[in-house]
């Protein structure tokens, strides 16, 4: 359901009311977060079935407007024509003059998504707004042939905690992955990852940043509105034909693909995904699509600058940049 973005569903009577064992159709109706409708039919013993009780409770459920349940949050990845949230991001370039300033924008303004380039060349910092994602960034300023380093990264709005990292240091498997808050209800990924075999592999947020075991020690995939009663479970995984994966978990991202050298990069977002929840748990990464089984590598989620809070220092020694990350 693709304009599913977050809300609820109401089982709403299609007559006023209905006597018991009354079969007819009775209508789902849904508001999406994003303002959109959705509605679907299904029959009111199916929803008794579903539910595990007796086709009289259905009709009376249905009567009286109280079963309602979430939408899962959904998981978009922006392809083709799609574009990224707008974010401020700010990285960390070695300039000395207005000619290396020149040089930064002559590579930055042109690039599909920027909105602006605001160069603070006594701090050596440059600021880039817009919709361009990180891997596009970076690779434009790697083509200047400076040394350039991501900083910070989030929204002009403070949202507090607005960054998070996790990277994955091998043996096998690399990456970085990357979440900015882009507003309260709505987070933005960008994921890169090496050393995988071709093809899909699943990859989650999970509830504990315990790397004892590896992804073993990690917990169940980050649920935190995970329903109160069976009722509400069992209704989800039958309408799941219906309406897609209503009872996707929260931290479930799906799957990346592999390419046959190994490289898998992800940009996208996430619907109430809120990155202060992020802090201290782990992301895993599974062999396949199936997470049935545990992952192949974890690393914990970090707390990442924000824009303005990473800027460089000076060793008290000979002068040196420390860059820091």
């Given at each position: 359901m693709a304009a599913a973005l977050g809300g609820s569903l109401t089982l709403a009577p299609r007559v006023a009311s209905s006597p018991p064992g009354n079969l007819a159709p009775a209508n789902l109706v849904g508001k999406a977060g994003a303002g959109s409708r959705i509605e679907a039919r299904v029959s009111k013993v199916a929803l008794a079935m579903a539910a595990g009780s007796?086709?009289?409770?259905a009709v009376h459920a249905s009567v009286s407007g109280i079963i309602h349940f979430s939408l899962a949050p959904r998981l978009s990845q922006a392809t083709g024509g799609e574009t990224l949230p707008e974010l401020l991001t700010e990285y960390m370039v070695d300039m000395k003059c207005e000619g290396c300033v020149k040089s930064v924008r002559g590579k930055l303004e042109?690039?599909?998504?920027?909105?602006?380039?605001?160069v603070d060349l006594s701090n050596q910092v440059v600021r880039v707004l817009g919709t361009?994602?990180?891997?596009?960034?970076?690779?434009?300023?790697?083509?200047?042939?400076?040394?350039?380093?991501?900083?910070?990264?989030?929204?002009?709005?403070?949202?507090?905690?607005s960054a998070a990292v996790v990277e994955f240091k091998g043996p096998e498997?690399?990456?970085v992955v990357r979440f900015a808050q882009v507003s309260m209800e709505l987070a933005r990924i960008e994921a890169t990852f090496t050393g995988l075999t071709p093809g899909a592999h699943g990859w989650s947020i999970n509830t504990y940043g315990d790397l004892t075991r590896g992804a073993a020690s990690t917990g169940a995939i980050f649920n935190p509105q995970?329903?109160?009663?069976?009722?509400?479970?069992?209704?989800?995984?039958?309408?799941?034909?219906?309406?897609?994966?209503?009872?996707?978990?929260?931290?479930?991202?799906?799957?990346v693909v592999a390419d046959e050298t190994g490289r898998a990069d992800f940009a996208g977002t996430k619907t109430g995904l809120r990155v202060t929840d992020l802090?201290?748990?782990?992301?895993?990464?599974?062999?396949?699509?199936?997470?049935?089984?545990?992952?192949?590598?974890?690393?914990?989620?970090?707390?990442?600058?924000?824009?303005?809070?990473n800027y460089k220092k000076l060793c008290s020694c000979d002068g040196t940049i420390i860059w820091e990350s």
């Open positions: 007796p086709v009289e409770e042109p690039l599909e998504g920027v909105k602006a380039v605001t361009a994602p990180v891997k596009a960034i970076s690779a434009a300023l790697e083509e200047t042939g400076r040394s350039a380093r991501l900083i910070g990264q989030g929204s002009l709005e403070d949202f507090g905690v498997i690399h990456g995970q329903q109160d009663t069976e009722v509400h479970k069992n209704i989800f995984f039958f309408l799941l034909d219906s309406f897609g994966n209503l009872s996707q978990p929260l931290g479930d991202l799906g799957a802090i201290g748990r782990a992301l895993a990464i599974y062999a396949t699509a199936d997470k049935s089984v545990h992952g192949i590598a974890a690393a914990v989620i970090a707390r990442s600058a924000g824009v303005g809070e």
